[in-house]
């Protein structure tokens, strides 16, 4: 089991160029959620959500990881076996830099979901509403991202390794939507150390035993460079 288990966000990504949800001119400041960002949303305007992630999808794929990406995947590479990823972040910049412990518990920008059959496939770069799955021919094709309403994956696993791990870390995410608001709180509850590394305090930063604030691309490695250089 991971001795180190790090939650990222928005904020890990935010200086390769893709936008956060909760910062001034965030995703949620230009879009309303309930329209994009669950079932009902989508069963009313599947055009409206496929648009919205398909321009998601090529900001992605015109981003590359940043430095606090390619900090954690130093430290797996360095300590293997004792890191774990959980990422919020649907984008692919984790896996871009070499993280392989990863979660990605609200899905991925770069998969497709058949809501009919449950299928799961590589997304093409444009996604949309007549588009039919591969096996069951059912034109119920969505992103495999998860929405508000449904319930994030992987979740049993997560738990495991809050209650398990010695250090939690929690990057670049605001604390505001749970579950993963509360992994600080569980891990803390199961006795690891805490420490938030975000821009500024998030909504749970008391929670956390140490805090460090700054960009994403600075605390990170330097936070990655303390750890390696202790035995
Ligand atoms: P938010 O947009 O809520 O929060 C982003 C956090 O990153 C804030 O605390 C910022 O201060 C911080 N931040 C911004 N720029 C940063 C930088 N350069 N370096 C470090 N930190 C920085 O994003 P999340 O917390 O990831 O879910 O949002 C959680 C979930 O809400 C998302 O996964 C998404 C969203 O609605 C779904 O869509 C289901």
């Given amino acids: 089991m991971a001795r180190i288990v790090i939650l990222t966000g928005a904020g890990i990504s935010a200086e390769s160029g893709l936008g956060t949800f909760r910062d001034k001119d965030g ?27 398909n321009a998601r999808r090529a900001n992605c794929l015109g981003a590359q990881p940043n430095a606090a990406h390619l900090a ?84 049993e696993e997560i738990q495991a390794a809050l209650s398990a791990c010695e250090v939690f870390v929690a990057i670049g995410t605001s604390g505001n939507v749970y579950p993963a608001a509360g992994f600080a709180a569980a891990a803390r509850r199961a006795g690891a150390r805490c420490m938030e590394l975000n821009l500024e305090p998030s909504d749970v930063s008391r929670v956390f035993h140490d805090r460090r604030f700054g960009p994403a691309t600075e605390v990170v490695p330097a936070w990655v460079d303390d750890l390696l250089s202790r035995p």
């Fill in 72 to 155: 954690l995947a130093r430290l797996e590479a360095e300590r293997p076996g004792d890191v774990l990823v959980v990422t919020q972040n649907v984008d692919d910049l984790h896996q871009r830099a070499g993280s392989k412990a990863l979660i990605q518990m609200h899905g991925a920008l770069m998969r497709a979901l058949c809501a009919g059959c449950g299928l799961r496939w590589d997304a093409p770069a444009e996604m949309s509403a007549t588009d039919r799955c591969p096996v069951c021919g059912a034109a119920k094709t969505r992103p495999d991202v998860v929405w508000f309403g449904e319930v994030p994956y992987h979740m």
């Fill in 27 to 53: 995703l949620w400041s230009r879009y309303d959620l309930g329209d994009v960002a669950t079932p009902e949303g989508f069963a009313r305007n599947p055009d409206l959500v496929h648009a919205f992630y």
